[in-house]
């Protein structure tokens, strides 16, 4: 018998009445009926805070852990010298951040995500923050909402996406969607930075030029859009010196990790126009605190804020895909199959990835 624990978010009424919404704790992946029919043990939980919480008294003899991005069980160096029974970690989702990797390679727990998952829900919803940013959709909106009418109010930070020069940081499986579906709106260039060169024919299919030096690379971008994973190198990426080399007035959005932004710097940026705007879905700490600074910074002219909450990787659809992708690892485990190998972060042996910075 397997000990598998989940830590998965409360759908409450919501997922009550949508049983699609497979990610929370009362649908649980769709896994309960499988798993405790093979006789296995399966604990879901939403409460993941501190030492007291339900995560970390169930870990101490679990040999599988499931989390996912959207309420992530942070699994420190610490909670790893707990877990004496872990064997394998599955991210049901793309981004393993949450767990220390190199304690994960060095206690030899396997590391796994749903590679692909969700990568086109992602690359939908940066497209569509790029347009709303540009656009200055959300104060528009608000506008209605309000009952006003106004149109120079709005229409005085609206601008067209066509003829702007859009950048990624990070070409991979998102980013390179992103590229992908920019290419209709005639943008004036698409540029990429990433330390893995698009293959030849990828970046001709999207016209897109590879910048080697990231300041140089955000100083051309009217819009710079963050597509790579947490990691060392990538932790606070854009801070205060970064945004400084970008061109006054840019748009930036970060559906990648919130810490890959520097919080307040970005704050900051914002609030004196340096940025035009800034759009995601991540937060430096999920759930974001009732008073974090993203939920309500501005630009000088009261907008520039299309924040939401962590959604855009899971969509129903995004759901369907990673509970049968993590399923289909767990059954790897349990009967000793090969696993897919784009799916592995840390394997047997080590990493098996570059994408968490080039070891
Ligand atoms: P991927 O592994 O296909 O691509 C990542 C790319 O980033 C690779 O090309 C890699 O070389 C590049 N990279 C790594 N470090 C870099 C650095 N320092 N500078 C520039 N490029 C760097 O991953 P994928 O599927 O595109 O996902 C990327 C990230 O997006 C995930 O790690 C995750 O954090 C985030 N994500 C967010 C979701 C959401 O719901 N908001 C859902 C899925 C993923």
């Known amino acids: ?5 989940a830590i998965l978010y409360d759908g409450h009424q919501a997922a009550q009445e949508e049983p699609r919404l497979l990610g929370t704790t009362e649908n649980k992946l769709g896994m309960y009926d499988w798993l405790t029919s093979l006789g296995h043990e399966y604990v879901v939980t939403s409460d993941k805070e501190g030492p007291d919480s339900k995560f970390q008294k169930e870990i ?18 610490e909670v790893f010298e707990k ?4 064997k394998l970690c599955v991210t049901a989702g793309v981004g393993s951040d949450h767990i220390d990797l190199n304690a994960a390679v060095e206690k030899h727990v396997q590391v ?22 540009v656009r200055n959709f959300v104060p528009a909106h608000e506008m209605i909402e309000r009952g006003d009418w106004a149109v120079s109010e709005v229409a005085r ?9 859009v950048g990624t940081i990070g070409a991979g499986r998102i980013g390179y969607r992103v590229l992908q579906r920019l290419v209709p709106f005639d943008c004036k260039e698409l540029l990429y930075y990433d330390y893995a060169p698009l293959p030849e024919a990828a970046a001709k299919a999207v016209n897109a030029r590879k910048v080697d030096d990231l300041k140089e690379f955000v100083a051309q971008c009217d819009v710079v859009t963050v597509n790579c994973p947490l990691h060392e190198g990538t932790r606070g990426l854009v801070n205060a010196d970064l945004l400084k080399h970008f061109k006054k007035g840019a748009w930036l959005v970060n559906t990648a990790r919130g810490a890959i932004c520097d919080k307040d710097a970005v704050a900051a940026a914002l609030k004196s126009g340096q ?9 430096n700490v999920q759930p974001a605190p ?11 002219l009261g907008g520039g804020n299309g924040m939401v909450p962590h959604y855009s990787g899971t969509t129903l659809d995004a759901q369907k895909r990673y509970a049968t992708g993590a399923k289909e690892i767990i059954d790897n485990y349990l009967h000793d199959k090969p696993q897919n190998p784009a ?6 042996t080590g990493y098996e990835t570059k994408a968490y910075g080039q070891r």
């Open 60 to 77: 101490v003899d679990a040999e599988i852990l499931i989390t996912t991005p959207f309420h992530p069980g942070y699994l420190t160096k």
């Open 157 to 165: 930070n609206a601008f067209d996406l066509e003829d702007k020069v």
């Open 275 to 283: 940025l035009s705007g800034y759009s995601g879905d991540v937060w």
């Open 83 to 86: 877990a004496k029974n872990l």
């Open 290 to 300: 009732k008073d974090h600074v993203w939920r309500t910074m501005k630009n000088p």
């Open 112 to 133: 796994l995500e749903v590679t692909g998952s969700n990568v086109v829900s992602v690359a939908e919803h940066v497209v569509m923050s790029i347009l709303l940013l």
């Open 1 to 5: 018998m397997v000990k598998v624990l």
């Open 343 to 348: 799916n592995i972060i840390v394997g047997k």
